[in-house]
T-cell receptor, first 112, second 115 residues
């Protein structure tokens, strides 16, 4: 049972445009959500997070939106840069559960 | 502040052998988690340690074990290696103070190949 889903395996955007990566979850116990960026053969790098008490969190070019009623979150990258090309993972955990549950990832390609 | 370090970075073993991987967390972090990444299954949680105690465990066979030392460094061990254990093993550390907004930071991983 996949509790965190990233339904788009890949996304391609032009440099300077907006990249929108989506994530859905099924477990209503999740209360903290994170986005990680990953290059091949490296560990995931933390990008941005959001607590379930908020609906938006911004950090520079990165904004995460959370829609609790729809159990959906999205990561917006504006403007997109070629260096943003990587696999992006959505992850979640909840309550006293100390484990992160990951989506399968979305490969973002930003074309110059 | 130094990040999470993992050793070795690459490892080649044969079926039936055992392997030990090491992880040093970010200074001051007391929680260490281990994950396995494979192309088919993605990133899957193995176990989490805090103050030398295992607090949470994923759905992996007993061949996968771990421990944490008093300085928060952690090791994981895989015994009787199988071909399917070939994967990138990732360690993550966090303050461990509570599940609420505790962010995990990952190391570079150990690439294990089982022949």
């Amino acid at each position: 049972d996949q509790q965190v889903k990233q339904n788009s395996p890949s996304l391609s955007v032009q440099e300077g445009r907006i990249s929108i990566l989506n994530c859905d979850y099924t477990n209503s116990m999740f209360d903290y959500f994170l986005w990680y960026k990953k290059y091949p053969a490296e560990g995931p790098t933390f990008l941005i997070s959001i607590s379930s008490i908020k609906d938006k969190n911004e950090d520079g070019r990165f904004t995460v939106f959370l829609n609790k009623s729809a159990k959906h979150l999205s990561l917006h990258i504006v403007p997109s840069q070629p260096g943003d090309s990587a696999v992006y993972f959505c992850a979640a955990h909840g309550g006293s559960n100390y484990k992160l549950t990951f989506g399968k990832g979305t490969l973002l390609t930003v074309n110059p | 502040k130094a990040g999470v370090t993992q050793t070795p970075r690459y490892l080649i073993k044969t079926r039936g052998q055992q392997v030990t991987l090491s992880c040093s967390p970010i200074s001051g972090h007391r929680s260490v988690s281990w994950y396995q990444q494979t192309p088919g299954q993605g990133l899957q949680f193995l176990f989490e340690y805090f103050s030398e105690t295992q607090r949470n465990k994923g759905n992996f066979p007993g061949r996968f074990s771990g421990r944490q030392f008093s300085n928060s460094r952690s090791e994981m061990n895989v015994s009787t290696l199988e071909l399917g254990d070939s994967a990138l093993y990732l360690c993550a550390s966090s303050s461990g103070g509570g599940g609420g907004t505790d962010t995990q930071y990952f190391g570079p991983g150990t690439r294990l190949t089982v022949l």
